[in-house]
C-alpha cells in the first residue's frame, strides 16, 4: 500500500512539473523586433511601424464622412470609411 503512494506521489510531482514547464515555454507569447524605419506623410509628418505585424502606423488626418442623399431620384453618393483628408492652409488669395 505505501509503495503504491509514493508511486503515484511521484507520478504526481512529475506530470505537475512537466505542466509547469509546458505552461512556461509553450504559453508565452511571441515577441517582434520592428525594424526603425519611418514613412513621411503628405502633411509632413513622419510614423513608424508598429503592432504585431511591424506595419506603419496611420498618417495623421481626419475622416471624412461625406454622403450626398437625393430623395427625389431615389440615389445617394458616399465616400469609403477609410478615406481620410488633410487640413490645407492659404495664406493669402491672389487674384
Known sequence: ???????LGIIFLVLSAGYFVWLKVYNEPSR???TMEAK???DGSAVGRT???????ACPGYALNLEYKNTDYGFSVALPDNWTGYTVSIDRWTG
Open 1 to 7: 500500500m505505501r509503495k503504491t503512494i509514493i508511486k
Open 51 to 57: 503592432g504585431p505585424s511591424c506595419e506603419f502606423a
Open 40 to 42: 513621411l506623410c503628405p
Open 32 to 34: 517582434v523586433a520592428c
